[in-house]
C-alpha cells in the first residue's frame, strides 16, 4: 500500500522542548516537503529536500531544523527556538512539481 | 511568499448548484494546479493547467487559466455534500509550490 506517512496525528510539547514529526514515504519519490499551516491558512513552505543529504530553506525556516539520510524519511524537528509551535504540520512528497501527495498531518500543541 | 490567493474565503450552496471558486497569482507560471483538503487532512491533488492552455476538464471539475490576468478558476458542477472541503490552488514558483489561501466550500444537503 503506497503512500506517505506522518506520526504522531497529535503531538504535545512543553515549554523549552524540542519535537520531532516523522515523514516516510514509500513512493520512490526524491522530493519531500514540509508546510505548516495556521487555522483558517493556507500552506507555508518551511522546508524541502530535492535529494538525499540535501536540503534548503523554505520561507519560514527560522525555529525548525530537518534531516534527510535517507531517501523515504525527511523528519521534522521543532525546536524550542520557534515561539510559536501550534499548527497543523503537513508533508509531501513528489517526483514532480506537477503533482504533490500529501500524508495525514499532525497537530501540534503546547502544553 | 504566498503567490495566490483564492476568492471567496468561504462558499455556502445546496447540493445541486455550481461552485466556483477563484485564484489570482501574482507571478509568471508554468502550470497552476488545484487541490483539495478535508478537514483535518492531508491535501489531495485534484487537477493541473498548464500556461499555455486556457481550460481543462475532469469528471465535474472545469479549470480555467487567464495568464493576462493572472487567474484562474475551478467550477465544481451539480456539487454534493460529500464535496464539502478546503480548495487551495498551487503555482510553481522556481523549484517548489507555493499554496494560496483557499477557499472553504460547505455543501448543504
Known amino acids: 500500500d503506497g503512500g506517505i506517512t506522518q506520526s504522531p496525528k497529535y503531538l504535545f510539547r512543553k515549554e523549552g522542548q524540542n519535537v520531532t514529526l516523522s515523514c516516510e514515504q514509500n513512493l520512490n519519490h526524491d522530493a519531500m516537503y514540509w508546510y505548516r499551516q495556521d487555522p483558517g491558512q493556507g500552506l507555508r513552505l518551511i522546508y524541502y529536500s530535492q535529494i538525499v543529504n540535501d536540503f534548503q530553506k523554505g520561507d519560514i525556516a527560522e525555529g525548525y531544523s530537518v534531516s534527510r539520510e535517507k531517501k523515504e524519511s525527511f523528519p521534522l524537528t521543532v525546536t524550542s527556538a520557534q515561539k510559536n509551535p501550534t499548527a497543523f504540520y503537513l508533508c509531501a512528497s513528489s517526483n514532480s512539481w506537477e503533482k504533490l501527495f500529501f500524508g495525514s498531518g499532525t497537530q501540534l500543541s503546547v502544553l | 511568499s504566498q503567490q495566490g490567493e483564492e476568492d471567496p474565503q468561504a462558499l455556502s450552496i445546496q447540493e445541486g448548484e455550481n461552485a466556483t471558486m477563484n485564484c489570482s497569482y501574482k507571478?509568471?507560471?508554468?502550470?497552476l494546479q488545484w487541490y483539495r483538503q478535508n478537514s483535518g487532512r492531508g491535501l489531495v491533488h485534484l487537477i493541473l493547467i498548464r500556461s499555455n492552455e486556457r481550460e481543462k476538464h475532469s469528471g465535474r471539475l472545469r479549470v480555467t487559466l487567464d495568464t493576462s490576468k493572472k487567474s484562474s478558476s475551478l467550477l465544481i458542477t451539480a456539487s454534493r455534500a460529500a464535496d464539502t472541503a478546503s480548495y487551495f490552488c498551487?503555482?510553481?514558483?522556481?523549484?517548489?509550490?507555493?499554496f494560496g489561501t483557499g477557499t472553504r466550500l460547505q455543501v448543504f444537503p
Open positions: 507571478t509568471s507560471i508554468n502550470n
Open positions: 498551487a503555482t510553481d514558483d522556481t523549484d517548489k509550490l507555493i
